[in-house]
């Protein structure tokens, strides 16, 4: 028979927070082969490989068809939202722009028309040389013509606006699409950008780690660059499993914590719920068949118990299930004092 020297529970917890355990002493027991089941508070810690990647990419597109001018922007430049990054130019354009201001001045012109025509009619009614239906009917056509005038200058705004190549958001440029000179359609990609403030981390936790994640829960990140740790906290976790069994996990920055960047790898450290636990010697543990066993000291002898160990530390574990605080435990030729208690039970064959 094998025996591990301690158990492989390797994702739960490897870090037992504050508690500072000591090994029980052979000699507390009144027996060197003995030790006492101690009951202590423990703080599981989940740990995982994560990478810092955007939400989404955001690309800039074209408003219109034209021809690229005055490109300022090159991959891996910082960006401010709104910056002004170059023009849509080429006769198309002209021709918008030049519509939409014939538009603009065709509408004030009319405002000032309707305008006169309603003072004019004011003035005969004042004489009575008018009805009010008339004075009505020129309100209503003044009110028309402050209509067509914002109709028109909005559109000649849009125009503009759709010429103008500007950033959609604060962040970094990944990407070019196109190049000064180059003619492009309406809606196609100029560049590429990372946001700078859409980026989440992403980690990945495998066998029990996975089923102990929980929304809301808090830990930091370890950039593999040797930065300061970032404050995190669990965010979502994806509904499906990938193809490897991991459980891909998505976490932001907590509160005021530090900032990361785009594509930045490491550890993420997440804190489970602080919980009682039951720890022994790691050399209690048999393992026999596939599964975990410990010999339970007695008055009446030695007897085999089935256990589930937890996470180990140095020369202890924590035992989830089996035992209890007080319960003595056999540490010395432990595997050897199990299989002998074991043979006893069978006999040779003839």
């Known amino acids: 028979m094998h025996r591990s020297p ?11 927070a504050g508690l500072g355990l000591l090994l029980v002493s052979s000699v507390a027991c009144g027996n060197p082969g003995l030790a006492t089941a101690t009951a202590r508070t423990v703080r599981p810690r989940y740990t995982a490989y994560g990478r810092v990647r955007p939400v989404s990419l955001t690309r800039l597109r074209a408003g219109r068809a034209g021809v690229v001018r005055g490109l300022s922007a090159s991959p891996g430049q910082h960006l401010k939202a709104g910056q002004v990054l170059g023009r849509l130019r080429g006769p198309a354009v002209a021709a918008a722009l030049a519509q939409r ?3 603009v001045n065709s509408a004030q012109a009319a405002l000032a028309a309707a305008r006169h025509a309603l003072s004019s009619e004011r003035q005969k009614r004042a004489s009575h040389l008018s009805t009010r239906q008339a004075v009505y009917r020129a309100q209503a056509a003044l009110a028309r013509a402050k209509g067509r005038l914002a109709t028109s200058r909005a559109d000649l705004r849009a125009t503009r606006r759709e010429s103008t190549l500007r950033a959609p958001v604060a962040g970094t440029v990944s990407s070019l699409s196109a190049g000064n000179g180059e003619r492009v359609d309406a809606g196609h990609t100029i560049l590429t950008m990372l946001p700078a403030h859409r980026l989440w981390l992403r980690a990945t936790y495998y066998a029990s780690d996975a089923d102990h994640v929980r929304i809301g829960m808090r830990g930091h990140f370890e950039p593999a660059s040797g930065a300061a740790r970032i404050a995190v906290r669990v965010v979502g976790i994806l509904p499906t499993v990938r193809a490897d069994g991991g459980l891909e996990v998505n976490l932001a920055p907590a509160g005021g914590a530090g900032r990361w960047r785009s594509g930045e790898a490491g550890t993420v450290v997440l804190e489970g719920p602080a919980r009682k636990a039951v720890i022994i010697p790691t050399r209690a543990l048999v393992l026999d068949r596939g599964h975990w066993w410990v010999l339970v000291h007695t008055a009446g002898g030695d007897r085999r118990r089935h256990v589930a160990p937890g996470p180990a530390r140095g020369d202890e574990t924590v035992i989830e299930r089996g035992l209890s ?22 006999a040779p064959p003839d």
């Open 325 to 346: 605080p007080g319960e003595k435990v056999v540490v010395r030729d432990a595997d050897l004092r199990f299989h002998h208690a074991v043979s006893r039970h069978y």
């Open 6 to 16: 301690r158990p492989g529970a390797t994702g739960w917890a490897r870090v037992f």
């Open 101 to 103: 201001r014939s538009a």
